[in-house]
């Protein structure tokens, strides 16, 4: 089974931090997504990645950059956090194959930020 | 565009009523469709997909069929029971992208 882990299940920061989200596959996936999901939003796309150091924009880009140096690893980076950033963090991966290859969910990150 | 609608929830039923969750989507080309779901604190599954027209996703009991002609794919199950309790997406994806166009969620709630 296709393994995809995040780095925290709960973290808690303070506004203007620098925060970093780490994801995790094992499945030597080639792409990779951040998600946010808020209450009656369902997920929206952050950002993501078809290769290593490649990205690119999703639907709510702004106050978040990425980082992809290696495979299996796509990082989530708070620039400097505020409070509307609060949140439940998603990361998922897909093989590359087509429109036909569901994503695979890490458990989520849920983000506070004070 | 691409869009994914579902029924607004909270859908609340009894254990082993029949339960119906309605998506229907928007999309350029021939889509995927998928139905994915998410139990209380963890991470999003997929439930079931199906890729081409008239297909039928199958897993746990649900099922979903790919009708183009109405552009739907609605989420069916016969008996439910507590443990279905969760937010179920419905989803699409669509060639030359990766990504997934998601609805809204669609909370369930079973009670005994």
């Known amino acids: 089974d296709v393994k995809v882990t995040q780095s925290s299940r709960y973290l808690v920061k303070r506004t203007g931090e620098k925060v970093f989200l780490e994801c995790v596959q094992d499945?030597?996936?080639?792409?990779m997504f951040w998600y946010r999901q808020d209450p009656g939003l369902g997920l929206r796309l952050i950002y993501f990645s078809y290769d290593v150091k490649m990205k690119e924009k999703g639907d709510i880009p702004e106050g978040y950059s990425v980082s992809r140096e290696k495979k299996e690893r796509f990082s989530l980076i708070l620039e400097s956090a505020s409070t509307n950033q609060t949140s439940m963090y998603l990361c998922a991966s897909t093989i590359y194959g087509g429109s036909n290859q569901p994503q695979h969910f890490g458990d989520g990150t849920r983000l506070s930020i004070l | 565009g691409n869009s994914v609608t579902q029924m607004e929830g909270p859908v609340t039923l009894s254990e082993e009523a029949f339960l119906t969750i309605n998506c229907t989507y928007t999309a350029t080309g021939y889509p995927s469709l998928f139905w994915y779901v998410q139990y209380p604190g963890e991470g999003l599954q997929l439930l079931l997909k199906a890729t081409k027209a008239d297909d039928k996703g199958s897993n746990k009991g649900f099922e979903a069929t790919y009708r183009k002609e109405t552009t739907s794919f609605h989420l069916e199950k016969g008996s439910v029971q507590v443990s279905d309790s969760a937010v179920y997406f419905c989803?699409?994806?669509?060639?030359?992208?990766?990504?997934?166009?998601w609805g809204a969620g669609t909370k369930l709630i079973i009670k005994p």
């Open positions: 499945m030597d996936h080639e792409n």
């Open positions: 989803a699409l994806s669509v060639d030359s992208n990766y990504q997934l166009i």
